[in-house]
């Protein structure tokens, strides 16, 4: 008879070895042959992974199920966005900035007319009626890119009806971008100086009937997740940041106020007059998953409130400033064909005044000219803080660009939320970072 | 006699030789005239009459001056909290520049990581939040030409305030900030990814967004747009900085 430490003792029999582990010390016994006490195995998640939201790829070092390390590896979405601005001018950059976040366009686009308006000094020229539909499209998008949230998020925990419900209501915001601006995604709506076109009556209808709609479809959401034992328990204490850790991560946005903190640019450093609107911050102390869901819901009941008070306070008026050099790319027009010049101005330029048509050239194929310097503008996006930081030399094109953008800082997070937790829970706190490789890798 | 199915051993196959391009390959500014009617390409144009900025960008030169005391707002207010929390922030400090009402510190590279934790931790200034940092490439227009910009925000006063360090091309060296503001980490990692900055002390500094083997550094000025050639079927399409419709 052999004794080995760990092992039980063995003796022969005719019917094969006989194990005898009666009386053993079995701490010892599992101990020594435990196999997840000393094995560790790598998993490569995504970059084509389901349920990482895109492109996005983390490698985990697991112990069983527990998550002991993390990384994660971005870029596999990047298209030189940044660099390929410098070489249009500062118009045409709104084509490109509007394809970075493909889920809140209209916020791209948004901080790059206001960093560019700044850079121009004209920031007090914009009309009230332009900034008025700025909020309007920029709240509207921020409900249809929670939308795109929830649905993800709960079709990634199990919860695939509200991925069906989820898109339909965003499918509905979409449909009023189409009517006012032409195009449902990457819309380039916002201009530097205005917006490119005005809101049509008839979207003003189809919004009134889409704020009568919302809130009780908002309420089948709830009905839906909140009560759920499985939705409790898939996101209540999962992937927790509190405070501290959100602002050494630079984390902001919905993740910072689930943790506690009512930092919402909109309200502390206000921009386009949404010191003038009423709604409120709201917060939640857990800092987990759950609080971002109760957050993001009450987020979009506040977009609510702000979307009806901007169309109650929507005069005719310009929606571009005056300056004809600033303002001319937007002097479109629906066609038959669909959106371009419009008709009496390309009347005009060709045949009346020689001079027009000199600088309409001019204007097209130079663009106008940015004073030097730089600036940096913030705004809140769905995500956090969306910062622009713009240089300008005194050309026609950017010297620079560059993108704080909310989802490429706020995946440093992972980590911190992942590591010691089960790898369910990656999944978890990953979608509730909520991140969008197309801004991510810009 | 030459064969017809034969093809020409003369490069270029009897197209007339152009003289070397000016400015397109190497980034030079189109403002130099070409030296031969041939780089003038099919129209004879003077400067640059490429609108879409292939061949190469005319850059303008501008270095914006320091502002004189007193900058006006809250300026004063950080930069005396900033005298009073940091002694001898006259030698870190290069110049002062306050531009369409923002504040901009030039800050000395090897005090950068200082200036930062006095930013964050000194009571009068309360720099909880590093916004941004990002890069600039000012060729032509400085001899330390790569700059880094870091965008502060204050919770507590609802402030913003950007610092900005300046390297030559040559040691592009600067002590990361990751130990003050790790969220510094990833865009540090950018930075030097786009621009070729080396943070001293970063703990992993690595490309980021571009490929791990990329060469080069492509938001540099002189690194031109698109850059790599294309094949697509066999086929190779040059890079539009080498394509003859631009040069």
């Known amino acids: ?442 | 006699m030459v064969e017809p199915n034969k093809p020409s051993e003369d490069p270029g196959g009897g197209v007339p030789a152009q003289a070397p391009p000016v400015g397109a390959t190497s980034g030079a500014p189109a403002e130099y005239p070409p030296a031969s009617p041939a780089g003038r390409g099919m129209f004879g144009i003077h400067g640059s009459g490429d609108t879409s900025g292939f061949g190469g960008l005319v850059r303008r030169r501008v270095q914006p001056a320091g502002t004189p005391q007193p900058y006006g707002g809250y300026f004063d207010d950080v930069y005396d909290a900033l005298t009073v929390a940091y002694p001898g922030i006259e030698d870190a400090i290069e110049k002062v520049v306050v531009d369409r009402g923002e504040l901009t510190l030039h800050i000395k590279p090897e005090r950068i990581v200082d200036v930062c934790r006095t930013m964050r931790d000194s009571e009068g200034l309360r720099f909880e939040l590093c916004s941004s940092v990002s890069g600039v490439d000012y060729l032509g227009a400085d001899e330390r030409r790569l700059h880094v910009v870091y965008q502060l925000t204050s919770m507590t006063y609802r402030r913003w305030v950007r610092l900005e360090v300046a390297v030559d091309a040559d040691h592009p060296r600067v002590p990361s900030v990751t130990q003050v503001y790790p969220t510094a980490d990833w865009q540090e990692r950018e930075t030097y990814d786009f621009f070729g900055v080396v943070f001293e002390g970063h703990p992993n500094l690595t490309r980021i967004l571009m490929p791990d083997d990329w060469e080069g550094f492509p938001q540099r000025k002189d690194y031109p747009l698109g850059g790599v050639p294309v094949e697509y079927k066999g086929a190779e399409i040059p890079p539009p900085d080498k394509r003859r419709s631009y040069q």
């Open chain 1, 1 to 442: 008879m052999t004794t080995t430490s760990g092992y039980a003792t063995e003796r022969e029999t005719t019917e094969g070895k006989v194990f005898n582990v009666t009386g053993g010390d079995w701490d010892t016994v599992v101990g020594g042959t435990d196999p997840i006490q000393d094995e560790r195995i790598v998993v490569n998640m995504g970059p084509q992974h389901p349920s990482t939201h895109g492109v996005l790829r983390l490698v985990l070092e697991l112990e069983g199920e527990t998550v002991r390390e993390a990384r994660v590896v971005v870029g596999y979405l990047h298209t030189g966005i940044e660099k390929s601005l410098e070489f249009r001018n500062w118009v045409q950059g709104s084509t490109f900035v509007t394809r970075m976040d493909y889920l809140s366009p209209i916020f791209n686009e948004t901080a790059y007319a206001l960093a560019v308006e700044k850079l121009l000094g004209i920031e007090d020229q914009i009309t009230e009626r332009a900034n008025t539909i700025r909020v309007l499209m920029m709240e509207l998008n921020r409900i249809s890119s929670h939308l795109v949230w929830l649905a993800t998020t709960g079709m990634e925990l199990g919860a695939i009806s509200m991925m069906l419900y989820g898109f339909r209501e965003r499918e509905y915001i979409l449909e009023i971008f189409e009517m006012v601006s032409g195009l449902r995604m990457n819309m380039a709506y916002v201009r530097p100086g205005g917006v490119a076109q005005d809101v049509p009556d008839e979207a003003i209808v189809k919004i009134r009937e889409f704020l009568a709609m919302m809130p009780k479809k908002l309420k089948e959401y709830e009905a839906l997740l909140s009560g759920q034992p499985i939705w409790h328990q898939r996101t209540k204490d999962v992937a927790v940041l509190d405070v501290t850790g959100c602002l050494a991560l630079g984390i902001t946005g919905p993740v910072l106020r689930s943790a506690g903190l009512p930092w919402d640019l909109r309200k502390t450093m206000p921009y386009c007059g949404y010191e003038t609107y009423e709604f409120d911050v709201p917060t939640t102390p857990t800092g987990d998953v759950w609080g971002r869901y109760l957050v993001r819901m009450a987020e979009m009941r506040e977009s609510l409130k702000i979307v009806e008070q901007a169309l109650d306070r929507l005069r005719p008026g310009p929606i571009m400033v005056a300056d004809k050099k600033i303002a001319w790319p937007a002097q479109l027009a629906i066609g038959v064909d669909g959106m371009g010049n419009s008709l009496e101005h390309v009347a005009k330029i060709m045949g009346q005044s020689m001079e027009s048509l000199i600088h309409h050239f001019k204007l097209v194929t130079e663009g106008f000219r940015v004073p030097p310097g730089q600036v940096y503008v913030g705004i809140e996006s769905p995500r956090g803080e969306l910062g622009v930081h713009a240089v300008s030399d005194g050309g026609t094109r950017p010297y620079r660009v560059h993108y704080r953008e909310p989802s490429f800082v706020n995946l440093q997070a992972i980590p911190a939320m992942a590591e010691g937790g089960l790898i369910a829970d990656v999944i978890a706190g990953g979608a509730s970072l909520d991140p969008v490789m197309g801004g991510c890798d810009r």
